[in-house]
C-alpha cells in the first residue's frame, strides 16, 4: 500500500504556464480532496470530490481545475499560473462518511511561480 | 460556515510536561474530528480520529476528547519529548458538505 502519492514533489513555473499536479491512492477511497497551504493561514479547500465523475468546489477554486475518471486518480490542473498560486499543495482521501474513517494525506508538492 | 480555531498558536515547553492543545468548531454538525501532525516540509500525518458519538480516544501518550455540544476539542499529550515537536492540526469531518475543514494549528516545541 503506497497510500496516497502525490507527483511532482517540487515545481518552479513561470506566470502564464500551465501544470497538471498528479495525485494516486490505492486505498479504494471515495472521497479525494486538494488542499493548499500558506504560511500561517492554515489549510484552504480547492476543491474535492465524493467519487468517480463527481467533483465540487472548495473554499478557493479560482485558478484550478480538477478531473475523477477513476477512483485512484485526481488531478489537479493549473491554468495560467499567477504568483498568488506558489503554495504547498496537499491531495488527501478517506472513505465515505458512512465508514467514518481518518483521511490520508500526501506529501505535498511545492509550486513557486516567478 | 464551520470555522475552526486552535489555541495556542504557538506553545514552548521543556521536555517531560504534560500539555493540552485545544480546538473549537463553530458547527456541531460533525460526522468525526481529527487529530494531525505536521512535520516541516512534511505532509500531514493521521494521530487520532473520534467519531462524533464518542468522548475520546487514546494511543500512546495521546489522548483527544471530544465535547461536541460546546464545539470544543483537547490534545493532551504526555511526558512530552522533543521529538513532539510538530504542528498540531485539528480538523472536522462537516456534516452535510462533505467537506474536512482544518483549524491552522498549534506549532508545539519541545525543549531538551
Known amino acids: 500500500n503506497a497510500g496516497v502519492t502525490q507527483t511532482p514533489k517540487f515545481r518552479i513555473l513561470k506566470i502564464g504556464q500551465s501544470m497538471t499536479l498528479q495525485c494516486t491512492q490505492d486505498m479504494n477511497h471515495n472521497y479525494m480532496y486538494w488542499y493548499r497551504q500558506d504560511p500561517g493561514m492554515g489549510l484552504k479547500l480547492i476543491y474535492y470530490s465524493v467519487g468517480a465523475g463527481i467533483t465540487d468546489k472548495g473554499e478557493v477554486p479560482n485558478g484550478y481545475n480538477v478531473s475523477r475518471s477513476t477512483t485512484e486518480d485526481f488531478p489537479l490542473r493549473l491554468e495560467l499560473a499567477a504568483p498568488s498560486q506558489t503554495s504547498v499543495y496537499f491531495c488527501?482521501?478517506?472513505?465515505?462518511?458512512?465508514?467514518?474513517?481518518?483521511?490520508?494525506f500526501g506529501q505535498g508538492t511545492r509550486l513557486t511561480v516567478v | 460556515k464551520q470555522e475552526v480555531t486552535q489555541i495556542p498558536a504557538a506553545l514552548s515547553v521543556p521536555e517531560g510536561e504534560n500539555l493540552v492543545l485545544n480546538c473549537s468548531f463553530t458547527?456541531?454538525?460533525?460526522?468525526?474530528l481529527q487529530w494531525f501532525r505536521q512535520d516541516p516540509g512534511k505532509g500531514l500525518t493521521s494521530l487520532l480520529l473520534?467519531?462524533?458519538?464518542?468522548r475520546e480516544q487514546t494511543s500512546g501518550r495521546l489522548n483527544a476528547s471530544l465535547d461536541k455540544s460546546s464545539g470544543r476539542s483537547t490534545l493532551y499529550i504526555a511526558a512530552s519529548q522533543p521529538g513532539d515537536s510538530a504542528t498540531y492540526l485539528c480538523a472536522v469531518f462537516q456534516g452535510g458538505s462533505e467537506k474536512l475543514v482544518f483549524g491552522k494549528g498549534t506549532k508545539l516545541t519541545v525543549n531538551p
Open positions: 473520534i467519531q462524533s458519538s464518542q
Open positions: 458547527d456541531s454538525a460533525i460526522y468525526n
Open positions: 488527501a482521501s478517506s472513505y465515505s462518511m458512512a465508514r467514518n474513517t481518518e483521511a490520508f
